[in-house]
């Protein structure tokens, strides 16, 4: 069994940057791919970015080159961190540990992209 938490959501300007943390719970983090997905009303949720166990990263089109996944395995924490924002990164913002047949999600964190 895995809990996890989301924090760092909040708003931010266009252009800004934020940082979100996804801390886990129980043991085994480092056996997990964790990913981030976002949602935004009447949308299906969207992976944004993953990390495997060996540390290899995938990304969403739409934010390659501004948004860096990351894990510290001590920790048990996964990171977001996002530049460059758009109004269209607005969304909540969730983490999925995801190993196997088991799978596991954060409750979000809100991420809104306003002036």
């Known amino acids: 069994q895995v809990q996890l938490v989301e924090s760092g959501g909040g708003l931010v300007q266009p252009g800004g940057s934020l940082r979100l943390s996804c801390a886990a719970s129980?043991?085994?983090?480092?056996?997990?791919?964790m990913i981030w997905y976002r949602q935004t009303p009447g949308k299906q949720r969207e992976l944004v970015a993953a990390?495997?166990?060996?540390?290899?990263?995938n990304y969403a089109d739409s934010v390659k080159g501004r948004f860096t996944i990351s894990r510290d395995n001590a920790k048990k924490t996964v990171y977001l961190q996002m530049i460059s924002l758009k109004p269209e990164d607005t969304a909540v913002y969730y983490c999925?540990?995801?190993?196997?047949?088991?799978?596991?999600w954060g409750q979000g964190t809100q991420v809104t992209v306003s002036s």
């Open positions: 129980g043991s085994m983090f480092s056996t997990y791919d």
């Open positions: 999925r540990a995801s190993r196997g047949a088991y799978f596991y």
């Open positions: 990390i495997t166990v060996g540390g290899s990263t």
